[in-house]
């Protein structure tokens, strides 16, 4: 079946680490996008990338990094700059037409510890 | 700047009441909307998704409805089950800013047995 596969499930990073989250997709998407969710804030769009080797900044990209290397991943680095890195962490895809609707993953939990 | 709104916030109802979710948005120049579920610690899964040229959009139990030109979408759920607890959000898709999703926060419904 196709789909996204986000792992680990729940990770746990301690200070002034960097950590990756992992995003694959199986659907042929060309899109695809990482949006982190907080209590009573919503989902808010931190980087999204539309072709492989190219991508552009959300609304809350500092602290964060990408790279889309394969058509099929994107992975997410949330690095030491990131001050408050605790959130549930989603990934998406669709396909690059407009009218597509979006996929997405499962979630990973990231608690700083 | 794209603003969606959800109301109301929270909603719990006795099994069996039909039910509406409202969803605004204040730029018409969309290319579609989306209403998806999201239960507790998951992923979001769509449910429907409605083009900028549609006026609904039917599955199973479900409906949604697009006004573009007024900026709303209401999600009916009919003979509501305690299985339909979650948390449903709209989203639309942008014709500008890169085909990105704006999210409301959601409507939290509990549906009592």
């Known amino acids: 079946d196709g789909g996204i596969t986000q792992s680990p499930k729940y990770l746990f990073r301690k200070e002034g680490q960097n950590v990756t989250l992992s995003c694959e997709q199986n659907?042929?998407?060309?899109?695809m996008y990482w949006y982190r969710q907080d209590p009573g804030q919503g989902l808010r769009l931190i980087y999204y990338?539309?072709?492989?080797?190219?991508?552009q900044k959300g609304d809350i990209a500092e602290g964060y990094s990408v790279s889309r290397e394969k058509k099929e991943s994107f992975p997410l680095t949330v690095t030491s700059a990131q001050k408050n890195p605790t959130a549930f962490y989603l990934c998406?895809?669709?396909?690059?037409?407009?009218?597509?609707?979006?996929?997405f993953g499962s979630g990973t939990r990231l608690t700083v510890v | 700047k794209q603003e969606v709104t959800q109301i109301p916030a929270a909603l719990s109802v006795p099994e069996g009441e039909n039910l509406v979710l409202n969803c605004s948005f204040t730029?018409?120049?969309?290319?579609?909307l989306q209403w998806f579920r999201q239960d507790p610690g998951k992923g979001l899964t769509s449910l429907l998704l409605?083009?900028?040229?549609?006026r609904e959009q039917t599955s199973g139990r479900l409906n949604a409805s697009l006004d573009k030109s007024s900026g709303r979408s209401t999600l009916y759920i009919a003979a509501s089950q305690p299985g339909d607890s979650a948390t449903y959000l709209c989203?639309?898709?942008?014709?500008?800013?890169?085909?990105?999703?704006?999210f409301g926060e959601g409507t939290q419904l509990t549906v009592n047995p």
């Open positions: 659907l042929n998407h060309d899109a």
């Open positions: 989203a639309v898709k942008e014709e500008t800013s890169g085909s990105r999703l704006t």
């Open positions: 990338s539309q072709i492989v080797n190219d991508f």
């Open positions: 998406a895809s669709s396909m690059a037409h407009r009218p597509s609707g979006y996929t």
């Open positions: 730029d018409s120049a969309i290319y579609n």
């Open positions: 409605i083009q900028s040229s549609q």
